[in-house]
C-alpha cells in the first residue's frame, strides 16, 4: 500500500463516518493494520467519549492532524473492502452536488447490517454499606437489577419508567456503584439451514444392503435412506433436512434416529435468502415484432453516438421485451446490468419476466428487503468471481457496489419516485445513475412513454440519443379515452356515490365481457376530512398542521406525515354534537361503493396500506393477473408500467386534484399519470376504454391526454418555464429550516434571506411557510433560490455553504436545522 509521507514514522487512516460531519477524521494505525489496510475497509473506530461507529476508510497516509491527537482504530472489521474505489468516487460527487455531508450519503448507502454501532451498557460495581445509603429510592431499584445484569440505558428506561436516564446513570458512576462500557457486535448473520447425507461407511453396496438388514424393524427409518438414495444418486451429496421431512409429512423422528445411529451425518451449512417469490406458472418468451427489432438496432447505433439515450415507446408497445434483448448482449460480455423501477410494487412483474429469461444471474435489491437480505445482495454484487448479473431494484439501487457495470436500464424514467426528499442525501437516481454511469463506461437507456420535460428537452437539443417506438405491440390499438362531466352528472342526478351513470355502466358491461376493471383514486384512506356539519371543527394531528385521515379498515384517524393516531370518535371534540361526516373520497371508501354497486364481485385495493409486508405486492399482483380479482381500486401504484392483459376499462375516479396541486409540475404529472393510468387498458387483442371523471372537462391538459400530444404539451411547458424561470432552463436550490420554536425559525430564517442576498444576485423567492407548515412539532420554512444556466451552480454553492457556516455560528440559532434540497422536483 503507498503512503502519502511526511517525516512521521506512524501510519494513519482518514475515514467517512456515518454521522452528519463536516469533514473525514484521521485514526492511527500500527504498522500491522497499515500493510493490511486499503480505502473501502470498514473498520471500528471510537468517536466522542463513549461510542464506537462502523467507518470507512478514504486514505492512508503519514501526516499526523494538526489539532488533534489521533486514536488508534478499535478493530478491522473486513478481510476485504466492502466499497469499492468507484463508489468512493461517486459517494463525493452526490455529497458534492446535493450539498450534504459524505457520512449521511455512507449511512444511505450501506445496508444497516453493516453498519455496527456500540450500544452503552451500564455494569455494576461493588460498594460499601455507607455508599448504598447515599442512594436515592430510583437509584436503589436501578443497583438491584444490576446485581442480576447489565443494563442498557433502554432497559433502565423501562424498570423507571423515565425517559431520560442518563443522569441517573450518570450519579450511579459518579457514587462508584456502576461502570459504563461500550458492547459492539456484528449484525450480519448469514443464514444456516441443516442438511443430511449418507456416512461415509454406508457408500459401498454391500454396507448398504447390510444396514437395509438392520432396519427391516424400523420401515420408516428404512424409507428414509431410499428416499436419500433416490434423491441423491451420488450418496455422498449432502441433502436439505426440511425437504427431506417434506417427504414423510414433515415427520423429523427417523431421520433424528438415523442420525444418532450414526448412518447419516448432519451439517449446517450458509445458504441464500430468499430473494424472490417462485411462481407456478412460467412466462411465455416473446419474439421481437419487426418494429421492436428496428428499435433494438436503433439504440444500438444511437449508443455509437451517445453515451445516455431515451427509448420513448407508447404504453403497451414492448418497451420491456426490448430491454431484455438488450440486456441478453450485456450478459454475453460478462458485464452487470442494474434495471432501476419507481416503485418496488413493479419488481415482481419485472423478475418474474427476468428470471424466465436469466435465471439466477437475476438479484433483487430494494427497501423492503429485511438487513441481512440487503447485505446478501450487496456482497454478491461486490465479489469479484460474478460474471453476469442483473440487479433490479428502486432508487437505492444506484448505491451499489458495481464491478463491472455495462448497462443501466432506468424504467418509467418520468417518474418522481426517483427523488429522494428525506433524509439526505436527497439525490435523484435518474440524474445520479448518469453520472455513476459515466464513472463506470456504463451506458444508460432511459424509458418511457411520456418522458421528463427535463430528458424531452436533453433529447431535442441533441445531449441524448432518442429512438421511438410508436405502435403498441401485436398492432392494439390504443385506448379510447372519454371525459365524464362530473358537474353535468350532478346537475342531472346521474351520479352514484362518486360513480357517474356512465362509469358506472362501463364497469357493468367490461365484467359482463368476463374482463377487468382498474379504478384510480390518487389518495389512501377512506376520507381525507372527518368534518362536524353542526360547528365546522375537523379533528386535526396534535403535532402536525394537517387534518387526519380517516381509515376505516382500523376504524382510526390517522395522520400521514408521523402516524399519529385517535379512535375514530363518536361526537365532536368542540361542541358535542354527534354530527361527524366525512368529506373527500379515498381508495377504501371507493372499495367500499364498488362492493355495494357490485357484490358478487370480487374487488381488491392496492395502495400503501394493503400492501405492507415484503410479498404485499406480489400477492395482490398475482391474484389480479390470475383473475382472482374482477376490479382492482389504487392509487399511483397501479399506473406505473404493470402489464395486466385482461384489463379493458379503467375508471380515474377524480382528475381535477392533480391537475389544481400548487407546484410547477402538476400539469406535466398529471398528463403523465393520466396516459400512463389509460396505458394500463386495452393491452391485449381488444381496444382498450378509460373513462376520466372531471370537473374541467374543457382543461387544456385533458384534451391533450384524449388526443396523445406530447408535442403539444412540451411546447407549452417550455413557454412557461423559460417566461417564469423554472427548471430544466433554470436551475433550482430549495432551503428549508427546521425549529420548533415559531419565533426563531421566523427570526432565522429573514437573517439567512439578507446575508444570502447581500452575495447572490439572482432570483431568490421567500421565506415562506410551505402548505403544511409544522410536521412532527417542528416549524418549516423554506427559501427558492433559482440559478440561470450562465452562472455555474458550484459558485453558487459555494455562496451558500459559506452563508450557512455563518448562520450556525450565530448562538441564537444553532436550534434551527437547515437543509438543501438541490433539484427539489
Known amino acids: 500500500m503507498r503512503f502519502e509521507e511526511d517525516q512521521s514514522t506512524h501510519y494513519f487512516a482518514d475515514v467517512i463516518l456515518p454521522l452528519a460531519l463536516p469533514k473525514a477524521y484521521t485514526y492511527q494505525l500500527t504498522e500491522e493494520e497499515a500493510q493490511q489496510l486499503k480505502p473501502g475497509f470498514r473498520v471500528a473506530v471510537p468517536f466522542g467519549k463513549q461510542k464506537i461507529y462502523t467507518a470507512i476508510i478514504t486514505k492512508l497516509h503519514r501526516i499526523a492532524p494538526q489539532t488533534y491527537l489521533p486514536k ?144 427391516k424393524r424400523a420401515p420408516q427409518q428404512s424409507a428414509v435412506v431410499l428416499k436419500l438414495l433416490s434423491q441423491n444418486p451420488k450418496k455422498a451429496d449432502w441433502f436439505a433436512f426440511t425437504q427431506l ?274 379504478l384510480f383514486q390518487n389518495r389512501r384512506g377512506y376520507a381525507p376530512v372527518l368534518e362536524c356539519t353542526s360547528c365546522g371543527y375537523a379533528p386535526q394531528c396534535t403535532q402536525c398542521d394537517v387534518t387526519l385521515t380517516y381509515h376505516q379498515t382500523h376504524n382510526q384517524l390517522r395522520c400521514h406525515y408521523c402516524s399519529y393516531h385517535i379512535a375514530l370518535p363518536h361526537q365532536c371534540h368542540a361542541c358535542g354534537m354527534p354530527t361527524l361526516t366525512t368529506k373527500g373520497v379515498g381508495t377504501q371508501q371507493i372499495e367500499e361503493q364498488v362492493k355495494l354497486l357490485f357484490p358478487e364481485v370480487k374487488v381488491g385495493r392496492m395502495d400503501w396500506d394493503s400492501t405492507r409486508g415484503k410479498w404485499g405486492f406480489d400477492r395482490i399482483i398475482e391474484a389480479f393477473e390470475k383473475e382472482e380479482i374482477q376490479i382492482l381500486v389504487g392509487t399511483q401504484m397501479v399506473v406505473k408500467g404493470l402489464d395486466f392483459k385482461n384489463v379493458l376499462l379503467v375508471g380515474v375516479i377524480q382528475a381535477d386534484q392533480a391537475l389544481n396541486f400548487p407546484d410547477f409540475r402538476a400539469h406535466e404529472r398529471s398528463y403523465q399519470m393520466l396516459c400512463q393510468v389509460a396505458g394500463r387498458s386495452g393491452r391485449s387483442d381488444q381496444k382498450g376504454r378509460v373513462l376520466i371523471q372531471t370537473y374541467q372537462p374543457e382543461h387544456p391538459i385533458l384534451k391533450q391526454v384524449v388526443e396523445h400530444d406530447f408535442e403539444g404539451l412540451f411546447e407549452n411547458q417550455k413557454k412557461e418555464r423559460m417566461e417564469y424561470r423554472y427548471p430544466p432552463y433554470y436551475r433550482m436550490i430549495r432551503i428549508t429550516f427546521k425549529c420548533r420554536q415559531y419565533e426563531r425559525i421566523n427570526q432565522a430564517a429573514d437573517w439567512f434571506y439578507n446575508v444570502l442576498s447581500q452575495a447572490y444576485q439572482g432570483t431568490l423567492l421567500g421565506p415562506v411557510f410551505p402548505p403544511v407548515a409544522r410536521v412532527r412539532n417542528q416549524y418549516h420554512k423554506q427559501l427558492l433560490l433559482k440559478i440561470d444556466h450562465q452562472l455555474a451552480s458550484a459558485t453558487v454553492k459555494k455562496i451558500l455553504h459559506k452563508t450557512s457556516v455563518s448562520f450556525q455560528a450565530v448562538a441564537q440559532y444553532r436550534s434551527v436545522r437547515i437543509n438543501f434540497d438541490v433539484d427539489p422536483y
Open 72 to 215: 488508534p482504530i478499535a478493530t478491522v472489521l473486513d478481510v476485504a473492502p466492502s466499497i469499492t474505489q468507484s463508489q468512493l468516487d461517486f459517494w463525493a460527487w452526490l455529497s458534492s452536488y446535493y450539498m450534504c455531508t459524505l457520512g449521511e450519503v455512507m449511512r444511505a448507502a450501506l445496508p444497516a447490517a453493516l453498519l455496527l454501532e456500540s450500544e452503552s451498557r451500564i455494569v455494576c460495581e461493588e460498594i460499601d454499606a455507607s455508599v448504598l445509603a447515599q442512594l436515592t429510592d430510583m437509584e436503589y431499584i436501578v443497583y438491584e437489577a444490576l446485581q442480576k445484569q447489565t443494563l442498557s440505558l433502554g432497559e433502565i428506561e423501562k424498570i423507571t419508567d423515565k425517559k431520560r436516564v442518563m443522569p441517573l446513570a450518570t450519579s450511579l458512576i459518579g457514587k462508584g456503584a456502576a461502570k459504563i462500557y461500550q458492547k459492539i457486535e456484528e449484525k450480519f448473520k448469514p443464514k444456516k439451514a441443516r442438511f443430511v447425507r449418507l456416512s461415509d461407511q454406508f457408500l459401498s453396496d454391500s454396507a448398504l444392503e447390510a444396514l437395509f438388514d438392520k432396519l
Open 245 to 518: 421431512t417434506s417427504f414423510f409429512e414433515g415427520k423429523s423422528a427417523p431421520i433424528k434416529s438415523l442420525i444418532d445411529k450414526g448412518v447419516l451425518e448432519e451439517s449446517y451449512q450458509e445458504i441464500s435468502r430468499k430473494l424472490y417469490r417462485q411462481k407456478e406458472t412460467q412466462t411465455e418468451e416473446k419474439s421481437l415484432s419487426v418494429a421492436q427489432q428496428q428499435s433494438l438496432s436503433a439504440i444500438e447505433e444511437a449508443f455509437t453516438k451517445k453515451p445516455v439515450v431515451l427509448f420513448e415507446g407508447v404504453t403497451s408497445s414492448g418497451k420491456t421485451e426490448v430491454y431484455i434483448e438488450f440486456i441478453q448482449k450485456q450478459l454475453e460480455q460478462q458485464k452487470q446490468v442494474l434495471y432501476l423501477v419507481p416503485e418496488i410494487a413493479l419488481t415482481p412483474q419485472i423478475v418474474e419476466r427476468l428470471l424466465a429469461r436469466f435465471g439466477t444471474q437475476v438479484l433483487v435489491y430494494h427497501s423492503r428487503f429485511s438487513i441481512h437480505e440487503r447485505v446478501e445482495v450487496w456482497q454478491k454484487i461486490l465479489d469479484p468471481m460474478a460474471k453476469g448479473q442483473v440487479i433490479v431494484g428502486a432508487r437505492s439501487a444506484v448505491l451499489l457496489p458495481f464491478q463491472n457495470l455495462g448497462l443501466v436500464v432506468v424504467d418509467e424514467e418520468h417518474e418522481n419516485s426517483y427523488k429522494q426528499f428525506d433524509p439526505a442525501p436527497r439525490y435523484h437516481a435518474r440524474d445520479s445513475v448518469i453520472f455513476l454511469a459515466q464513472l463506470l463506461k456504463a451506458k444508460v437507456l432511459l424509458g418511457s412513454a411520456t418522458p421528463s420535460i427535463e430528458t424531452a428537452e436533453n433529447v431535442r437539443s441533441k445531449k441524448y440519443g432518442w429512438v421511438q417506438l410508436s405502435e403498441r405491440y401485436g398492432g392494439t390499438a390504443l385506448p379510447q379515452i372519454q371525459l365524464v362531466n362530473l358537474k353535468e352528472a350532478q346537475r342531472k342526478k346521474q351520479m352514484n356515490g362518486v360513480f357517474s351513470r356512465e362509469l358506472q355502466e362501463a364497469i357493468g358491461a367490461t365484467l359482463k365481457e368476463k374482463k377487468q376493471v382498474i
